[in-house]
């Protein structure tokens, strides 16, 4: 099945600078890659995603970038603020039924 | 419009006691899902049910069952809860055409 790994596991970052999250996938056959945002107590939320036959897609300060042939991708904050401070999940379709296979997180902590 | 619904949102339980874990949707979803989260490992997929009528087993069944009530629910059941079940489980649900999967709040559980 897909496996999906994250790097770093926390991330603290200057209010103002950028914050880079990575996430690879084994599982070629994948073609939909979400990122997801959970604040404390609350559920995953949707912040951006990106298809196969895309290389890039960009909302405002959030990004993610596609390289199918290293099977990685990664999402990119800019100009992060103190409501950016979060965990990130990444994730990658998986099989049939709408499946997704989650990475294990990454705490994002914004220094203002 | 209130998106995906979990009750209780936390519950304390004693060892080999039962308990039935309530989500329904609004959206007219198809599919829905139910995930456990535990510190470091992100989160797991433990049932899914594609549509009304139907279940299938994700990543970590073991010591759970689920029912698909109807389009709208998907309750999760404990029937003799453990240590190793302690965790924030959460319900999700996805329209047929689409892998955006959108969740609820979570209910924290803690077995002693």
């Known amino acids: 099945g897909e496996n999906v790994e994250q790097h770093p596991s926390t991330l603290s970052v200057q209010e103002g600078d950028s914050a880079v999250i990575k996430c690879t996938y084994s599982d070629s056959a994948s073609n939909y890659f979400p990122w997801y945002k959970q604040e404390l107590g609350k559920g995953p939320q949707l912040i951006i995603d990106?298809?196969?036959?895309?290389g890039e897609k960009k909302d405002q300060r959030i990004a993610v970038t596609l390289n199918k042939t290293a099977k990685h991708f990664s999402l990119h904050i800019t100009e992060t603020q103190p409501e950016d401070s979060a965990v990130y999940f990444c994730?990658?379709?998986?099989?049939?039924?709408?499946?997704?296979?989650f990475g294990k997180g990454n705490q994002v902590v914004v220094i203002p | 419009n209130a998106g995906v619904t979990q009750t209780p949102k936390f519950q304390v339980l004693k060892t080999g006691q039962s308990m039935t874990l309530q989500c329904a949707q609004d959206?007219?979803?198809?599919?829905m899902y139910w995930y456990r989260q535990d510190p470091g490992m992100g989160l797991r997929l433990i049932y899914y049910?594609?549509?009304?009528?139907?279940?299938d087993k994700g990543e970590v069944p073991n010591g759970y069952n689920v029912s698909r009530l109807n389009k709208r629910e998907f309750s999760l059941r404990l029937e003799s809860a453990a240590p190793s079940q302690t965790s924030v489980y959460f319900c999700a649900s996805v329209t047929g055409n689409s892998y955006e999967q959108y969740f609820g709040p979570g209910t924290r559980l803690t077995v002693t």
């Open positions: 049910s594609a549509s009304e009528g139907t279940t």
């Open positions: 959206m007219n979803h198809n599919s």
């Open positions: 994730a990658a379709s998986m099989g049939g039924n709408n499946r997704l296979a």
């Open positions: 990106i298809r196969s036959n895309v």
